[in-house]
């Protein structure tokens, strides 16, 4: 029962790195099979938002196969698929769809380059000239299209400066005449560039932790890379691998001195770039159930191990004479201990746990068979919620409990008490 205007409105108003627990359920609204809002239009605009959302966030690929599950051959979503396939390098298919029916798209820049992409250069450069003359190209994308249908022009052309408003078209033709543009300035998605194996190991590693920071990549993935060879300098990126080698290796070894050690310093590391639930995620269940680690490292392997999928797990190895892990414990269980709460942080969490019902605020759109609106809404409201923002906490959590997103709500709660207040 919601419109279109209000869903897509809520897509265009999600946070680029949320919450971990909120980024998953973002993917999980936006990637599900869905029925459009009643009143959407034939301009497919419930879908293209959930398109630039995920673009937004780095999601060339799940974006990709839910345009390719939507069928998009057609004019209304061409053009997307276009983009996306460009960021990932696999225009072939949908070039090969517009050189079949040009009526697809009205981008003459896209139909030159697929044209020419099908093999059809003739055709291309007529395409060209008849562009330029109705004067339907921008400079940037004129002087790129004239190099790249004629390869001896690049010699003698100077080079161009990155253009103000890239494209992914752009972005491929820049790399075509031998002038590809770092990524680091770009939206997050074209880093996905960056992950080719023609790539340096350091642009790797970089596209990488951008990318698992908004769950883009999994977390294998960037372990992979940190571990793929010895760091090659120190400082910066190099401390990150430096780290989560000797923190590998302490792990495999089982040395619980040289565990401690290294666990300091690679989750300060991590924190620093916004990573800790990828590692948390990558080494959480091995820290639960080490033994012998000193007191202030076991406190932290805890913690680490709560922001993990095996959080219940992980809360049976919990401190209960010490009331900050006592009261973790018992969140991480469903039921967060009242009496612990000792900051209005915890006690808002604690309310949530309380509640028997969505809040007042998001049960008219569940009465009004709104049930994605309101998530959404929820989601959003926590997500943005300030350092002060208890009762916009307290709402969201239980209302997503009230809707069966149980998982979600504890490791949200989790997620903030450890990492945003560092409980």
């Given at each position: 029962a919601s419109t279109e205007r209000a869903v897509t409105a809520q897509f265009?108003?999600?946070?680029?790195?949320?919450?971990?627990?909120?980024?998953?359920?973002?993917?999980?609204?936006?990637?599900?099979?869905?029925?459009?809002?009643?009143?959407?239009?034939?301009?497919?605009?419930?879908?293209?938002?959930?398109?630039?959302?995920?673009?937004?966030?780095?999601?060339?690929?799940?974006?990709?196969?839910?345009?390719?599950?939507?069928?998009?051959?057609?004019?209304?979503?061409?053009?997307?698929?276009?983009?996306?396939?460009?960021?990932?390098?696999?225009?072939d298919t949908p070039c090969k769809a517009l050189a079949d029916n040009p009526s697809l798209s009205q981008r003459?820049?896209?139909?030159?380059?697929?044209?020419?992409?099908?093999?059809?250069?003739?055709?291309?450069?007529?395409?060209?000239?008849?562009?330029l003359a109705l004067d339907?190209?921008?400079?940037?994308?004129?002087?790129?299209?004239?190099?790249?249908?004629?390869?001896?022009?690049?010699?003698?052309?100077?080079?161009?400066?990155?253009?103000s408003d890239m494209t992914p078209l752009l972005f491929r033709l820049y790399e075509s005449v031998g002038e590809p543009l770092p990524t680091q300035g770009l939206p997050r998605a074209y880093a996905m560039a960056d992950l080719r194996p023609s790539s340096g190991w350091k642009a790797r590693i970089d596209a990488a932790e951008r990318l698992t920071r908004t769950g883009a990549l999994p977390p294998n993935r960037l372990l992979g890379l940190y571990t793929e060879?010895?760091?090659?300098?120190?400082?910066?990126?190099?401390?990150?691998?430096?780290?989560?080698?000797?923190?590998?290796?302490?792990?495999?070894?089982?040395?619980?001195?040289?565990i401690a050690t290294a666990l300091s310093e690679v989750w300060r590391l991590m924190r620093e770039q916004r990573l800790s639930v990828?590692?948390?995620?990558?080494?959480?269940?091995?820290?639960?159930?080490?033994?012998?680690l000193p007191g202030p490292a076991r406190a932290l392997a805890l913690r680490i191990s709560l922001l993990s999928p095996e959080y219940e797990t992980a809360a049976q190895g919990a401190n209960p004479d010490d009331p900050a892990e006592a009261f973790l414990a018992g969140l991480a269980r469903g039921a967060p201990p009242?009496?612990?709460?000792?900051?209005?942080?915890?006690?808002?969490?604690?309310?949530?746990?309380?509640?028997?019902?969505?809040?007042?605020?998001?049960?008219?759109?569940?009465?009004?068979?709104?049930?994605?609106?309101?998530?959404?809404?929820?989601a959003l409201q926590l997500d943005q919620a300030g350092?002060?923002?208890?009762?916009?906490?307290?709402?969201?959590?239980?209302?997503?409990?009230?809707?069966?997103?149980?998982?979600t709500a504890r490791r949200a709660a989790l997620q903030l008490l450890i990492l945003e207040r560092g409980t």
């Amino acid at each position: 029962a919601s419109t279109e205007r209000a869903v897509t409105a809520q897509f265009a108003r999600l946070a680029p790195e949320p919450l971990p627990a909120i980024q998953a359920l973002y993917y999980t609204l936006l990637l599900a099979e869905a029925e459009a809002p009643a009143d959407a239009g034939a301009g497919a605009g419930f879908l293209k938002a959930r398109l630039a959302a995920l673009e937004r966030f780095g999601a060339v690929d799940p974006a990709l196969a839910l345009i390719e599950r939507a069928g998009p051959a057609t004019p209304a979503l061409f053009d997307r698929w276009l983009d996306l396939a460009l960021l990932v390098g696999t225009e072939d298919t949908p070039c090969k769809a517009l050189a079949d029916n040009p009526s697809l798209s009205q981008r003459y820049g896209a139909r030159i380059f697929c044209t020419a992409r099908a093999g059809d250069w003739q055709t291309a450069a007529l395409l060209y000239e008849t562009a330029l003359a109705l004067d339907l190209l921008s400079a940037t994308e004129g002087d790129l299209l004239a190099q790249f249908l004629d390869p001896d022009m690049v010699e003698n052309s100077h080079a161009l400066a990155p253009a103000s408003d890239m494209t992914p078209l752009l972005f491929r033709l820049y790399e075509s005449v031998g002038e590809p543009l770092p990524t680091q300035g770009l939206p997050r998605a074209y880093a996905m560039a960056d992950l080719r194996p023609s790539s340096g190991w350091k642009a790797r590693i970089d596209a990488a932790e951008r990318l698992t920071r908004t769950g883009a990549l999994p977390p294998n993935r960037l372990l992979g890379l940190y571990t793929e060879r010895s760091p090659a300098a120190s400082g910066g990126v190099w401390a990150r691998v430096a780290a989560m080698q000797a923190f590998d290796a302490a792990l495999t070894n089982g040395q619980p001195d040289a565990i401690a050690t290294a666990l300091s310093e690679v989750w300060r590391l991590m924190r620093e770039q916004r990573l800790s639930v990828s590692f948390a995620e990558l080494y959480g269940k091995d820290l639960a159930s080490l033994d012998g680690l000193p007191g202030p490292a076991r406190a932290l392997a805890l913690r680490i191990s709560l922001l993990s999928p095996e959080y219940e797990t992980a809360a049976q190895g919990a401190n209960p004479d010490d009331p900050a892990e006592a009261f973790l414990a018992g969140l991480a269980r469903g039921a967060p201990p009242e009496k612990l709460a000792d900051t209005p942080l915890k006690q808002a969490v604690a309310r949530a746990f309380d509640a028997t019902g969505p809040a007042r605020t998001h049960a008219g759109m569940l009465e009004g068979d709104k049930l994605g609106q309101a998530i959404l809404t929820a989601a959003l409201q926590l997500d943005q919620a300030g350092p002060r923002g208890f009762d916009d906490i307290s709402n969201s959590l239980a209302t997503l409990r009230a809707v069966g997103l149980e998982d979600t709500a504890r490791r949200a709660a989790l997620q903030l008490l450890i990492l945003e207040r560092g409980t």
